[in-house]
């Protein structure tokens, strides 16, 4: 092996372990018309933010209108009507 290859190698290692440290952070801004707060990337990118509970983090939004809970609970119905149907759809490609 000769010593390009492995200062090549080297290099290539210790830049594929810290594949985000070349990315900025991004800024939090607020709405001075709503109040509400939006992630904006040095790239140009907008989002809007959210709390840890999952809601926007604007004024006017309750704290705990639980939107995770609500979302969790929705997928879990979702998910009981799939099973259902697959069990349906089981049955019936059983049936002689």
Request: glycine share 8%; aromatic share 6%.
């Amino acid at each position: 092996m000769n010593n390009s290859f492995r200062w090549c190698s080297i290099a290539f290692l210790v830049l594929a372990a810290h594949p985000a440290s070349a990315l900025e952070q991004p800024v939090i801004w607020r709405d001075e018309d709503t109040g509400c707060a939006y992630l904006l990337t040095p790239q140009g990118g907008i989002s809007p933010r959210h709390r840890r509970d999952g809601t926007l983090d604007c004024p006017d939004v309750a704290a705990s209108t639980g939107v995770v809970e609500n979302m969790g609970r929705d997928i879990a119905r979702g998910l009981d009507a799939l099973q259902r149907e697959v069990e349906r759809l089981r049955e019936r490609y059983n049936r002689p």
